[in-house]
């Protein structure tokens, strides 16, 4: 370690930030809470009530993370209460609530449907898309043990990713169950935990490398392009054929996946239960109006599955957008869920049976932004302070705004007047509002319509011309100045 490294931080090195916890403007925090606010609104209207828990939890009782006696941070954030209690933050808002309901027991009556919002802190490595802090927004039913429940979860899902904008073909619910997958698993003959996670793994891999990719990795094993050998699952050339038919039995309907299942997973008993599941699913899926585009049967979701105990189901977004590298490529996963039957009974030795669907507000807000689907967001009417010596007035036409229920501000700074109108545009205000002593004099306010102005000022070829012109200027009645801003603000919207 240097010299450097040992001294202690100071002027603007001491101005940094943690990895992994972004910093947001209002453009994103308004996309954000809009997300939050539509997403729960459909939860409400399908009958879930609302429940916060609170950031932490003793870290004994998250159970995903449970750090150990040497890593008391790992995977969370953990800190030591005043009775030398380890908590922690929380990393989900399931866990939360499974020991909220198994606190309250038999006072909560059953099904118990509730929806969460909030942010949740992994203490993991930060990357692209990948945030220590990030917001999510889940609805679970505790207590519903038939299929039914679980695409309740799927259906709503749906329709809140329609209802913050998502149209037919931009995204994707895929459903799986995990005794399904164990019924091929079984079938194969992948009895060991390491040959069993091998297969997991080779499929998850299915939309990257494809079929052939796939069967090299479910066999001997697969060298990419750098030369890099990883071995494969042993599988024969027969069991690789059985597990492919598998993962490929997607069809254009539910009801054709589900005939080709029927004749992949074999005649294990884990199999036809898991297919029964499917079943189940998909009758209730057409009862509930669920599309056949918005929700589909697709055997290759394998994530999760170890921590889920039936149905599992992962919502991708499907739109391609170009980066700023010129690049074509997809946001990919924005939430999921599925059934977990047995997380309350971490708390109470009881089976309690539960599903619930999560999705990722913070990455959703972050691909509405990318795909440039957040609503612009206008700024406040900026009223120009004419005179430094007494700002009375700037500040009497703000408040007479305000009070008219349009945001505004009067100019704070001490700058001229060209910067102020550099300033009210920086700020995305729809218009400017200047009273100089000739307004003053007559009674009247001058005000600039700034996007009105921008356009007309497009076709402006000189200065001298722009100064006759003053596009998009009007002066009125001080009386009338409400009127004409709300005039302009419709205009623009």
């Known amino acids: 370690m240097s ?17 992994g916890f972004p910093d947001k403007r209002e453009g994103l925090i308004h996309a954000q809470a809009r997300l939050v606010e539509t997403v729960t609104g459909i939860y409400r209207q399908w009958g879930f009530e609302a429940l916060d828990t609170g950031a932490f939890e003793y870290a004994d009782a998250l159970g995903k993370f449970l750090p150990d006696d040497d890593r008391p941070n790992a995977g969370v954030f953990s800190l030591q209460d005043d009775d030398e209690q380890w908590m922690a933050l929380r990393y989900d808002l399931t866990a939360p609530l499974a020991r909220f309901v198994a606190e309250a027991g038999q006072s ?74 164990n019924g091929v698993l ?62 490929e039995a997607g069809a254009k309907t539910r009801a054709e996946t589900l005939a080709n299942l029927s004749k992949a997973t074999g005649s294990t008993e884990e199999g036809k239960a898991g297919l029964a599941e499917l079943e189940a699913v998909a009758l209730a899926l057409d009862a509930l109006g669920a599309p056949e585009g918005d929700v589909v049967i697709d055997p290759s979701v394998v994530r999760g599955l170890e921590y889920y105990t039936g149905p599992v189901y992962e919502a991708e ?44 507000i913070s990455r959703l807000a972050s691909a509405l932004q990318i795909m440039g689907e957040t609503t612009k967001l206008d700024g406040p009417v900026v009223v120009l302070n004419l005179d430094k010596e007494n700002p009375s007035t700037a500040l009497s036409l703000a408040t007479e705004l305000r009070r008219a229920g349009i945001r505004a501000e009067a ?29 003053e004099a007559k009674g009247t306010v001058t005000i600039k319509d700034l996007e009105m102005g921008a356009l007309k000022a497009q076709a402006i070829k000189s200065n001298e011309e722009y100064r006759e012109a003053r596009p ?7 009386a009338e100045m409400v009127a004409a801003i709300r005039q302009i603000i419709e205009a623009q919207a």
Not at 120 to 133: C, I
Not at 192 to 214: F, P
Not at 330 to 357: H, K, N
Request: with cysteine; hydrophobic share 40%; charged share 30%.
């Open 3 to 19: 010299d450097k490294d040992t001294q202690p931080l100071t002027g603007k090195d001491l101005a940094r930030k943690p990895r």
């Open 108 to 181: 909560l009556g059953k099904p118990f449907r509730r929806y969460a919002a909030g942010p949740v802190w992994r203490n993991e490595k930060p990357g692209p898309g990948r945030f220590r802090e990030f917001w999510q927004c889940d609805a679970d039913t505790i207590g519903a043990p038939g299929f039914h429940a679980d695409a309740e979860m799927i259906a709503m899902g749906a329709e809140a990713l329609r209802a913050v904008g998502m149209e037919t073909g931009e995204f994707v619910i895929r459903v799986n169950t995990r005794r399904l997958l």
């Open 186 to 247: 079984d079938g194969v003959g992948a009895s060991s935990a390491n040959t069993r996670l091998a297969i997991l793994r080779a499929l998850d891999k299915m939309d990257r490398l494809g079929s052939a990719g796939v069967a090299d990795l479910l066999g001997k094993g697969r060298m990419d392009e750098s030369g890099d050998f990883t071995k494969g699952a042993g599988l024969g050339a027969e069991e690789v054929k059985i597990v492919l038919a598998f993962a």
């Open 317 to 360: 977004l499907l739109r391609e957008v170009t980066g700023e590298d010129g690049k074509t490529y997809r946001i990919g996963s924005i939430g999921g869920g599925g059934r977990y039957d047995d997380l309350v009974a971490r708390f109470t030795g009881e089976i309690v049976p539960a599903t619930g669907f999560s999705i990722g």
């Open 411 to 439: 100019y704070m700074g001490g700058s001229g007047m060209r910067p102020q109108m550099k300033y009210a545009d920086r700020r995305g205000a729809p218009a400017v509002v200047m009273v100089g002593e000739d307004e």
């Open 472 to 478: 998009g200027q009007i002066e009125v009645p001080r």
